[in-house]
């Protein structure tokens, strides 16, 4: 069965930098939409970027400048090179797979901004 493995989270100061990856148990996903998501203590999910199979992105607003996503075809891996970090982007992140109806998550990583 398809698995999606996040790895890169953990904990930094504020201002700092972290880079997130997320890759595929298989190598078929280039004509899949890839994402993050995240989640923060009692608030509702969102997106926080994504990267469509032509390479067109979008980033939510509160990280627009600071992150920046891409992926590797060929490796079926999502980045999210996350810089300037700030306590706000404390959360659980989730990348996301999407084709159509067809949606795959991976396990979620834990990101602490904290001093």
């Known amino acids: 069965q398809l698995q999606l493995v996040e790895s890169g989270g953990g904990l930094v100061q504020p201002g700092g930098s972290l880079r997130l990856s997320c890759a595929a148990s298989?190598?078929?996903?280039?004509?899949?939409?890839m994402a993050w998501y995240r989640r923060a203590p009692g608030k509702e999910r969102e997106l926080v970027a994504s990267?469509?199979?032509?390479?067109?992105?979008n980033y939510a607003d509160s990280v627009k400048g600071r992150f920046t996503i891409s992926r590797d075809n060929a490796k079926s891996t999502v980045t999210l090179q996350m810089n300037t970090l700030k306590p706000e982007d404390t959360a659980v992140y989730y990348c996301?797979?999407?084709?159509?109806?067809?949606?795959?998550w991976g396990q979620g990583t834990q990101v602490t901004v904290s001093s």
């Open positions: 990267i469509t199979s032509a390479g067109s992105t």
């Open positions: 298989r190598n078929s996903f280039s004509l899949y939409t």
């Open positions: 996301n797979f999407q084709l159509r109806i067809i949606n795959f």
